[in-house]
Every structure is written in structure tokens, then in C-alpha cells.
């Protein structure tokens, strides 16, 4: 208390001046409707500035919070077009088959190598959270990989950009089908091997999932056909398929756990007995 009372005392001159000056400032202000509008718009546009900054920095540390939102509609909106995909294909499942066909989590991507003959993705996602080998991995591009290894709390990918990676692919103007591998060149490219040479087949085309496996449901987006060629026996065609999704930069993914899975695989498996 004792040293605002001596700063007061020693700057009592220059304190006077100030209360006098806000005085005079205000009456001038008070008195003239000039002087009022451009003290208000003044006011207006400093304090705006400042609430516009407040935001901004409040936007930016809800930013996680939104993007979670997003992914959570995003996840929707995937769960309602997989229904409808399949409820459209009067030959593949009917619409009350195809509301539980598929489950969807949303994950993010921990670590992702692309540069590499055989790359692996991590995600935050793991058996406590019912992930499991061979559950397929995808964002809204297109798709990622397949589940390769699980623990508690985290789990591996086998990426689309793997030399072991064999994923059923078609081509989606004629639904030839073929099988998508990489050649471990470019993380731009994957390929598209046995193809039949009687599939018609042009630069631009897309390139979507089969359909024909347990991990994948038909129509996810690939990539499109950059060029391809007829095979050494001329058979076939090997495509070159420049892919929907940037593999350098992925954060969002959905892992696609197919809830018949266990039943088609007794059924198949019974079958070759």
C-alpha cells in the first residue's frame, strides 16, 4: 500500500494531467456528434480486432476438437454409402443384410513409411478396441491397407505400397478384374496385374475394389489407369495406376471390420473340405 501511495506522490503531476486530459476528451466527445462517431468507430474497430484475434486463437486450440467431429461424420456418411452400395446390388445382399455388414472405426495414423520395399503404417487402434488381422484400412480417398499385426492398444498396417500387398481390384467402367501389387518404385503408382486382354481398357479409367474377398466391399476408390501393357505371355495387361490417395501423408483412416467375415470363411472353408 505504502508504494502506491509514494507513486502516486511522485507522479502526481503527470496523473493530474491525465485525468484532466480524459476529462477534456470525454466532454469533447459528449459535445460533438463528429468526435463521438469517430471515437465509437474507433472503439469498435480495436475491440473487434481484438475479439477477432481471441478467436482465431480459440478456433486454432478447438481445431482438434472439430476435426474429430468431422471424422466422426465422415465415418457416418461411409457407414451410409457401404449400406447403400451393397442394398443397389439385388444379387449381393439385400438392405437389411447390408445395414450390419460392415463396422467402422476411426483411427489415426501413427507413424507411415512409403519409401521402403515393404512399408507399414501404425494406428492408434488395437484389440481393445476389437481391431483384428486382415480388417481392411481406408480414408476418404480411398483405400490404405490391411490390418497385418494387432496389440492392446495399437495396430500395423500392410500398405497398399508393400511387395507383399495383394489386393482384388476392378476396373470399374467394364468390372474386369485384376490384382493391385506395387512394384516398390513410385509411392505415386500402384499396378494392376491379370488383367484379361479382352477387357477394354483406357488411359483415365478408375480403378476401385472388386469386392471379390472378405477384408474389402466393392466400389472403394483406387486410383485411375495412368498407362498400361500386354504382359511377356500377351495374355494379360499390367496397368499402371496413379492413386487417389497422397501415401506420403495420411492422418484419418477407418479401419472396415466386415461382420460376416467369420461366417463366409466357415462356409468357403467347408466348401473345399
Same mark, same amino acid.
Given at each position: 500500500?505504502?508504494?502506491?501511495?509514494?507513486?502516486?506522490?511522485?507522479?502526481?503531476?503527470?496523473?493530474?494531467?491525465?485525468?484532466?486530459?480524459?476529462?477534456?476528451?470525454?466532454?469533447?466527445?459528449?459535445?460533438?456528434?463528429?468526435?463521438? @462517431?469517430?471515437? =465509437?468507430?474507433?472503439?469498435?474497430?480495436? $475491440?473487434?480486432?481484438? !475479439?477477432? #484475434? /481471441?478467436? &482465431?486463437?480459440?478456433?486454432?486450440?478447438?481445431?482438434?476438437?472439430?476435426?474429430?467431429?468431422?471424422?466422426?461424420?465422415?465415418?457416418?456418411?461411409?457407414?451410409?454409402?457401404?449400406?447403400?452400395?451393397?442394398?443397389?446390388?439385388?444379387?449381393?445382399?439385400?438392405?437389411?443384410?447390408?445395414?450390419?455388414?460392415?463396422?467402422?472405426?476411426?483411427?489415426?495414423?501413427?507413424?507411415?513409411?512409403?519409401?521402403?520395399?515393404?512399408?507399414?503404417?501404425?494406428?492408434?487402434?488395437?484389440?481393445?478396441?476389437?481391431?483384428?488381422?486382415?480388417?481392411?484400412?481406408?480414408? @476418404?480417398?480411398? =483405400?490404405?491397407?490391411?490390418?497385418?499385426? $494387432?496389440?492392446?492398444? !495399437?495396430? #500395423? /498396417?500392410? &500398405?497398399?505400397?508393400?511387395?507383399?500387398?495383394?489386393?482384388?481390384?476392378?476396373?470399374?467402367?467394364?468390372?474386369?478384374?485384376?490384382?493391385?501389387?506395387?512394384?516398390?518404385?513410385?509411392?505415386?503408382?500402384?499396378?494392376?496385374?491379370?488383367?484379361?486382354?479382352?477387357?477394354?481398357?483406357?488411359?483415365?479409367?478408375?480403378?476401385?475394389?472388386?469386392?471379390?474377398?472378405?477384408?474389402?466391399?466393392?466400389?472403394?476408390?483406387?486410383?485411375?489407369?495412368?498407362?498400361?501393357?500386354?504382359?511377356?505371355?500377351?495374355?494379360?495387361?499390367?496397368?499402371?495406376?496413379?492413386?487417389?490417395?497422397?501415401?506420403?501423408?495420411?492422418?484419418?483412416?477407418?479401419?472396415?471390420?466386415?461382420?460376416?467375415?467369420?461366417?463366409?470363411?466357415?462356409?468357403?472353408?467347408?466348401?473345399?473340405?
Amino acid at each position: 500500500m505504502q508504494q502506491i501511495l509514494n507513486f502516486v506522490i511522485k507522479n502526481k503531476t503527470f496523473l493530474l494531467f491525465l485525468l484532466l486530459f480524459s476529462i477534456a476528451l470525454g466532454l469533447t466527445i459528449q459535445s460533438h456528434s463528429y468526435h463521438r @462517431s469517430k471515437f =465509437i468507430n474507433s472503439a469498435n474497430a480495436l $475491440t473487434g480486432g481484438v !475479439y477477432g #484475434t /481471441v478467436n &482465431s486463437v480459440d478456433q486454432y486450440f478447438h481445431l482438434k476438437t472439430e476435426n474429430e467431429l468431422l471424422a466422426e461424420e465422415n465415418k457416418r456418411l461411409r457407414e451410409q454409402l457401404l449400406i447403400r452400395e451393397a442394398s443397389l446390388d439385388s444379387s449381393f445382399v439385400d438392405t437389411t443384410y447390408a445395414e450390419g455388414r460392415y463396422k467402422i472405426t476411426i483411427a489415426q495414423v501413427f507413424k507411415n513409411s512409403y519409401s521402403l520395399p515393404n512399408n507399414y503404417l501404425t494406428l492408434n487402434k488395437g484389440k481393445n478396441d476389437s481391431i483384428k488381422q486382415d480388417f481392411g484400412v481406408i480414408n @476418404s480417398n480411398g =483405400i490404405i491397407g490391411i490390418i497385418d499385426n $494387432t496389440s492392446k492398444n !495399437y495396430s #500395423t /498396417v500392410l &500398405s497398399i505400397l508393400n511387395r507383399r500387398s495383394r489386393i482384388n481390384a476392378k476396373i470399374k467402367s467394364s468390372n474386369h478384374i485384376g490384382s493391385l501389387t506395387w512394384n516398390g518404385e513410385s509411392p505415386i503408382y500402384v499396378q494392376l496385374e491379370d488383367v484379361s486382354q479382352f477387357a477394354p481398357i483406357k488411359v483415365g479409367d478408375t480403378i476401385q475394389t472388386g469386392g471379390e474377398s472378405t477384408i474389402f466391399p466393392k466400389g472403394i476408390g483406387i486410383g485411375t489407369i495412368d498407362s498400361f501393357e500386354t504382359d511377356i505371355s500377351g495374355d494379360t495387361y499390367i496397368i499402371e495406376v496413379k492413386l487417389f490417395n497422397d501415401m506420403t501423408n495420411l492422418g484419418t483412416v477407418y479401419i472396415l471390420e466386415n461382420l460376416d467375415r467369420a461366417e463366409i470363411l466357415s462356409l468357403e472353408n467347408d466348401g473345399n473340405e
